[in-house]
């Protein structure tokens, strides 16, 4: 059965490093990582994608180990307005019917 | 900037209603899609499309169909609307690539 898992919540100060692991097994060898932010009352916004090794952009990084059965997103020194829950969507043996989403990591950056 | 607008940021219906929530794209993108959202559940695909008057069936689609007369409109539309129904709707809109969302329909039925 395909799944998306991700830990609840998470808890960081200020200026720290985040990492969110999620776990997806059984993804094909093509198939992209996507991560999505949300806030409340808005849709998710598109982060970071990736199929393979690292990827880096202007706000974040995903690494994906070569076994391709789970990624991190990794957000450099978090700030307040970083408070938001972070979606992984996986694709799952190709085709747009296979997209599987996580239930959410809810960060909470404090000062 | 893409645009994903949903035509209702909230809707109140009855039970048995049919229930049509809308979804406009202004960047002419090839794939078009309906999720809802619930605690706990993350974002669930009920439909999608990747074109005009096409149409696949995503993981809970029962209870629900779709329309896309027009490459920039996809609707949902719920047949006969139950209680368990209630959820936000997003829509999704994307060219082979990452999704673009709306805002959401808060779908309350009564």
Redesign the interface.
């Known amino acids: 059965l395909a799944k998306t898992t991700q830990p609840i919540s998470m808890d960081s100060y200020e200026g720290q490093e985040v990492n969110i692991t999620c776990s997806h097994n059984n993804i094909a060898t093509n198939d992209y990582i996507t991560w999505y932010q949300q806030f409340p009352s808005q849709g998710p916004r598109f982060i970071i994608q990736g199929y393979k090794t690292k990827v880096t952009n202007e706000v974040a990084s995903l690494f994906i180990p070569a076994d391709r059965k789970s990624s991190t997103l990794s957000l450099p020194r978090v700030s307040l307005s970083d408070t938001a829950v972070y979606y992984c969507l996986a694709n799952f043996s190709g085709g747009y019917n296979k997209l599987i989403f996580g239930a959410g990591t809810r960060l909470a950056v404090h000062p | 900037d893409v645009k ?1 607008t949903q035509s209702s940021r909230y809707l109140v219906k009855r039970t048995g209603e049919k229930v049509f929530l809308e979804c406009v794209q202004d960047m002419d993108h090839e ?1 078009m ?1 309906w ?1 809802r959202q619930d605690p ?6 009920i439909y ?1 499309s ?1 074109d005009v008057k096409m149409k ?4 809970i689609p029962e209870g629900y169909s779709v329309s896309r007369e027009k490459k920039e409109r996809f609707s949902l539309i719920l047949e006969s609307a139950s209680t368990n129904q209630t959820s936000m709707y ?1 829509c ?1 809109s994307s060219p082979d ?8 329909t808060r779908l309350s039925i009564l």
Request: aromatic share 20%; proline share 4%; no cysteine.
């Open positions: 994903v794939n899609f999720y706990g559940l993350g974002l669930r695909l999608f990747y696949e069936k995503g993981d997003l999704a690539g990452p999704q673009h969302f709306g805002d959401g």
